[in-house]
C-alpha cells in the first residue's frame, strides 16, 4: 500500500469516526452510525496489517473530535482558557481518547486480521465494537459517551432497550450494517440476505417488543415543578450573587402549585448545605405550608471525615440525602492534582475537589413516592441507573449544563436520559440549570421540555410504576458476555492469525 493510500484510508476512517455524532441527537440520521462502523470493520480488513493501528487512531480521533466537541466550550468559555489553548487541550483529550480505538484495532489485528469476511468474522467484530463500549463505562472512572445504540433510539429497535439496554442496540446495528456491508464487499448475494432478513426480523420484533408492559401503572401521578433559574455560570459562585440566587429560586418557586414536588437543578444552591440551612429556612417554611415537596441540588460537606459530596436532598415533603457516585473528571476532581492545579483557571473550578459517594444508598422520598436520583454526569451510566431504579415509582435527573455552552452537549445529555427511560420503563424527570429539562415517559419519549437558556418552570404529570424490566434485573452483563464469546468464537475459529 503506497503512503498516498494509507492517507486516504486514514481520512475516510476520521471523517467515518466523525458521522457517529451525526447519527445522534440533534441530528438523528441513524444510519450513519451503522455505515460507520461497516467502514471501519471495511478499512481494517482490507488493510495491511501494520497499517491497522494507524486507522484505527484516526478514527478514534474523528470519533471523539465531532462526538464530544462541546469540551471545547466547558475548556475555553468557563475554564477561562484562549481559544487557541482550549482547542489545544481539547485535541490532546480526543486525541488520548482515541488510542481506545487503538487497542480494539490491536485486539483486531490479533483475533481478525488477515481471514475471510465471514459472518464469524462479523460476529467477531461487533462483539468488540460492544467491548469497546462498555469498556468506557469504567475505564478510568468511565466516559461513557457516544454510543452507537443511542441513534436507534426513535426506531423498531428501541423495543429491544427493556431487554438488553443501549448495548444491545450497538450490537444489533453494528451486526446487521457489517453483514450488509460484508456480502456487498464478496458480493455475496446469500450474506446479502441473511443482512436483510436480520433487519426485517428485528424491525417486527422490535415492534413487538414495543408493545410489552414490563412495568405495570400503580395509578398515582404526581405533579412536578421543574425550575430552571438560568444562573450565569460565571457569577454562580460569586458570594455577591449568592442572595440573587436565592431570591430568584423562591420567585421561581411561585410557580408551582400545592402538592406540587419542586425540583431545583445540581448545585441550585452554591453553598454547603450545613451553611445554607438558615438561608432556605424561610422556602423551606412556605413549600410545607402549601404542602409542597422540595427537592435540590445542594453541595453537602461531611465535616468528620473532610469530605465533600456533589448532592441532592429532599428539603420539606419527605426525606433523603443522595451523594454523587461517578465525579466528572476536572469538574468534580482533578486527575493528577499535584501537577495541575493553579496551570489554568479550568483546573481550578469552584468545588472540584468532591469525594464520590458510597454505592448502593437509599433513594429519595418525595410525597409518598420513591424517587430514584442521579446527578449530572450519573445518568449517562446505563447499569447505575437501571441498579439504583429497582422499586423506584420514577427516576430523577438533576444537572448544570451550563458547561457545555450552546453546543450538541445538552442535547446529547437528554437523548441519554431517553434511553434511562427507556432501559428501566420509567418516567424521568431531567431538571437542569439552563436547559434543557424535561419529562420523559416510560417509552423515552419527551412528554414537555423547555427551551435553553432562559428561567421558567416546566410543570407535569409523573405516572408512577411499578415492577422491573429485564435490564434492571440483569444489567448490560448478558450483552458484554454475549460480545466476549462472539470475540473469542471468531478467535478460536481463526487460530492461526497473528499480530
Known amino acids: 500500500m503506497t503512503h498516498t493510500a494509507l492517507w486516504i484510508r486514514c481520512l475516510i476512517a476520521a ?8 447519527s445522534l441527537a440533534p441530528w438523528t440520521w441513524w444510519p450513519l452510525g451503522a455505515l460507520s462502523a461497516a467502514t471501519l470493520l471495511w478499512l481494517w480488513h482490507s488493510a495491511l496489517p501494520q497499517h491497522i493501528l494507524r486507522i484505527a487512531w484516526c478514527y478514534g480521533f474523528g470519533f471523539f473530535g465531532a462526538g464530544i466537541s462541546w469540551v471545547y466550550v466547558s475548556i475555553h468559555e468557563f475554564g477561562n482558557a484562549s481559544a487557541p489553548f482550549a482547542a489545544l487541550l481539547t485535541t490532546l483529550f480526543c486525541a488520548l481518547l482515541a488510542l481506545l480505538f487503538v487497542i480494539m484495532g490491536w485486539v483486531y489485528r490479533f483475533t481478525l486480521s488477515g481471514k475471510q469476511l465471514d459472518t464469524t468474522h462479523i460476529l467477531g467484530f461487533t462483539g468488540l465494537w460492544v467491548l469497546n463500549e462498555w469498556i468506557r463505562t469504567w475505564f478510568l472512572t468511565g466516559f461513557p459517551w457516544v454510543f452507537l445504540g443511542y441513534g436507534y433510539i426513535e426506531t423498531p429497535l428501541a423495543g429491544f432497550a427493556p431487554l438488553g439496554g443501549v448495548f444491545l442496540l450497538s450490537f444489533m ?18 450474506l446479502i440476505g441473511v443482512s436483510l432478513g436480520l433487519a426485517l426480523a428485528s424491525i417486527i420484533a422490535g415492534q413487538t417488543l414495543s408493545s410489552i408492559e414490563w412495568t405495570a401503572q400503580t395509578g398515582e401521578t404526581r405533579t412536578v415543578a421543574i425550575v430552571q433559574p438560568n444562573t450565569p455560570q460565571e457569577l454562580k459562585w460569586n458570594p455577591r450573587y449568592y442572595p440573587q440566587i436565592l431570591s430568584n429560586l423562591e420567585q421561581l418557586n411561585g410557580q408551582a402549585a400545592p402538592g406540587d414536588i419542586i425540583i431545583w437543578p445540581e448545585a441550585a444552591v452554591p453553598r454547603y448545605l450545613h451553611n445554607a440551612e438558615a438561608d432556605l ?5 412556605q413549600a410545607e405550608a402549601l404542602n409542597q415537596a422540595l427537592i435540590t441540588g445542594i453541595p453537602f460537606a461531611n465535616r468528620a471525615l473532610k469530605q465533600s459530596h ?13 451523594h454523587k457516585q461517578r465525579l466528572v473528571p476536572f469538574g468534580e476532581y482533578v486527575p493528577l492534582e499535584f501537577a495541575l492545579r493553579g ?3 479550568f483546573f481550578d473550578l469552584p468545588m472540584s475537589s468532591f469525594s464520590k459517594g458510597k454505592p448502593f444508598q437509599a433513594p429519595l422520598w418525595a410525597q409518598g413516592q420513591i424517587v430514584s436520583p442521579s446527578i449530572c454526569y450519573e445518568v449517562v451510566y446505563p447499569d447505575l441507573v437501571a441498579r439504583n431504579a429497582r422499586g423506584s415509582d420514577w427516576l430523577l435527573t438533576i444537572s448544570n449544563d451550563t458547561w457545555f455552552g450552546d453546543s450538541i452537549g445538552p442535547i446529547q445529555h437528554l437523548q441519554m436520559a431517553q434511553m434511562r427511560a ?5 418516567y424521568v424527570v431531567r431538571g437542569t440549570s439552563n436547559g434543557i429539562s424535561a419529562i420523559i415517559d416510560e417509552r423515552g419519549a419527551i412528554q414537555a421540555q423547555t427551551d435553553q437558556f432562559i428561567a421558567t418552570v416546566l410543570r407535569g404529570e409523573v405516572e408512577s410504576r411499578t415492577g422491573s424490566t429485564p435490564f434492571m434485573q440483569t444489567g448490560s452483563t448478558p450483552i458484554v458476555v454475549l460480545s466476549l464469546i462472539a470475540l473469542l468464537y471468531a478467535r478460536r475459529r481463526n487460530p492461526t492469525s497473528r499480530i
Request: proline share 2%.
Open 343 to 345: 496551570m489554568i483557571d
Open 281 to 285: 429556612k424561610g422556602i423551606r417554611s
Open 422 to 426: 427507556l432501559e428501566t420503563q420509567r
Open 15 to 22: 471523517l467515518s469516526g466523525a458521522a457517529v455524532t451525526l
Open 310 to 322: 456533589n448532592s441532592i436532598t429532599v428539603l420539606s415533603g419527605g426525606d433523603g440525602l443522595y
Open 173 to 190: 446495528a453494528c451486526g446487521i450494517a457489517c453483514t450488509l456491508a460484508a456480502g456487498i464487499i464478496r458480493k455475496s448475494k446469500p
